[in-house]
């Protein structure tokens, strides 16, 4: 890679100039002269990341005390997983990118880890914020503990108990790091208690991701996305499936893609199946080489108001995201998870969420189920009000601003 940060002296300098996208406020000319200003730095790097910060940033913009700073690593730096995700959710430009880019696991991981350590040691942030699971969480986590800072980690204790799972050891080393861990539902509680992270750190606030949707909704209702994929009929949606696969353990292997793309094509032989496809998918089912089912509707990666209008709208979702099987809940859409288990268990225990894995004659029975008319009931869980970004500011503000000292 050409924009490794170089070590010392004029290079580095030139490169740190770079890489900051807009001025901020640095700890070497610290214009904070008040003890009760709370400087965070905002971690993101992959396209789900983004979807959590908004409502966080939205919130910490309302709070004078509050200074934050936002650092994208730039894990995702593709237009439709990235910048389209700044415009349309209203998150400032960040003020550092440090434009890390793709690689293998250790590299991504490793580079990240080099190169937001000279950004926090200028910053001396107050506090560092990490949202989700992806390789960025855990980079930037380590780095900053490692500096001494205190890290808060929002969507904390979620556990598949696969290891196999890059996201499951991000999620574990993250979690055993964080000073702040701010959860989604009580399996999530139960686990961080099971692995000895202090109770009075944990704090049970709901879904950040909710509160963007809730915040989006009316907005993607307006896209034209239907219209686009010829989905409309007489104005109204027809009946659709939405279809999206981008994890490892079922689009790197082809036999495995191949054996989930036959079932979902016996689903397109009932109604179209609308497939936004992420990079490391395209490059797999080119490897694949077949032609699709005519009723496929295959898209590049969409923008986050098209998606959520799509999902709002479809009869049935195929998907192995995590978010979006917390999207379905919310919206009490049935969805169908192509994995073998879930981080997630509410979406099951409580909501409109499904596994079943990748065996072919699961999906295509689970499918028909719900094309029959008989979905799984659903109900969103309690605190997916909403209301999560705010609750985790008050409690940062609580938790982390200095108290005026009280003199006998
Ligand atoms: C990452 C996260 C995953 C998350 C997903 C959301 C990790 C370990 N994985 O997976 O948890 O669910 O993001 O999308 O952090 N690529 C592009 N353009 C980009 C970025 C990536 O074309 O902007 C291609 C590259 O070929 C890259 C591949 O996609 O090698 C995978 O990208 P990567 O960020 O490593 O993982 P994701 O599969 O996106």
């Not at 904070?32 to 730095?41: E, F, G, N, P």
């Amino acid at each position: 890679m050409e924009n490794t940060q170089p070590k010392s002296g004029n290079a580095r300098d030139n490169w740190l100039a770079r890489v900051w996208k807009r001025p901020v406020i640095s700890a070497k000319t610290n214009l904070r002269t008040a003890s009760d200003t709370l400087k965070i730095a905002n971690v993101v790097g992959a396209r789900p990341n983004l979807v959590k910060i908004a409502p966080l940033l939205r919130e910490m913009q309302k709070h004078r005390q509050i200074l934050p700073l936002l650092i994208h690593t730039g894990q995702h730096y593709d237009e439709k997983l990235s910048e389209i995700f700044f415009r349309q959710m209203g998150i400032p430009e960040p003020d550092v990118n440090l434009e890390v880019g793709s690689g293998s696991h250790a590299w991504q991981t490793g580079e990240i880890l080099k190169r937001i350590e000279p950004i926090l040691v200028e910053q001396s942030p107050d506090l560092v914020l990490v949202v989700g699971d992806v390789n960025s969480t855990v980079s930037a986590s380590l780095a900053a503990v490692k500096l001494g800072m205190q890290v808060a980690h929002v969507e904390a204790g979620l556990r598949s108990l696969d290891r196999a799972m890059p996201e499951e050891i991000n999620r574990l080393v993250t979690d055993s790091l964080a000073e702040y861990l701010f959860a989604t539902e009580a399996a999530a509680v139960e686990n961080l208690v099971r692995e000895g992270r202090p109770r009075e750190r944990i704090y049970l606030v709901g879904n950040v991701m909710i509160d963007a949707l809730q915040h989006f909704l009316p907005l993607a209702q307006q896209s034209r996305i239907g219209e686009e994929l010829g989905l409309l009929e007489g104005g109204r949606f027809r009946a659709f499936a939405l279809l999206t696969l981008h994890r490892p353990s079922n689009v790197d292997s082809l036999e495995t893609l191949r054996k989930i793309i036959h079932a979902i094509e016996e689903v397109a032989d009932h109604l179209p199946v609308v497939f936004p496809v992420h990079p490391r998918t395209q490059q797999r089912l080119d490897a694949l080489g077949n032609r699709h089912h005519p009723q496929f509707r295959l898209v590049p990666p969409i923008g986050y108001l098209d998606f959520l209008c799509l999902l709002s709208q479809a009869r049935l979702v195929l998907t192995d995201s995590g978010g979006i099987q917390e999207e379905t809940t919310a919206l009490g859409v049935p969805c169908l998870t192509l994995r073998e288990n879930t981080e997630r268990p509410v979406t099951c225990t409580e909501g409109t969420n499904q596994i079943v894995g990748q065996d072919p004659a699961r999906i295509i029975a689970a499918a028909r189920e719900v094309l029959r008319g008989q979905p799984k009931p659903g109900r969103v869980p309690r605190l997916w009000d909403g209301h999560a970004a705010p609750r985790i500011i008050e409690i940062i503000l609580r938790e982390l601003l200095p108290r005026p000292v009280v003199r006998s």
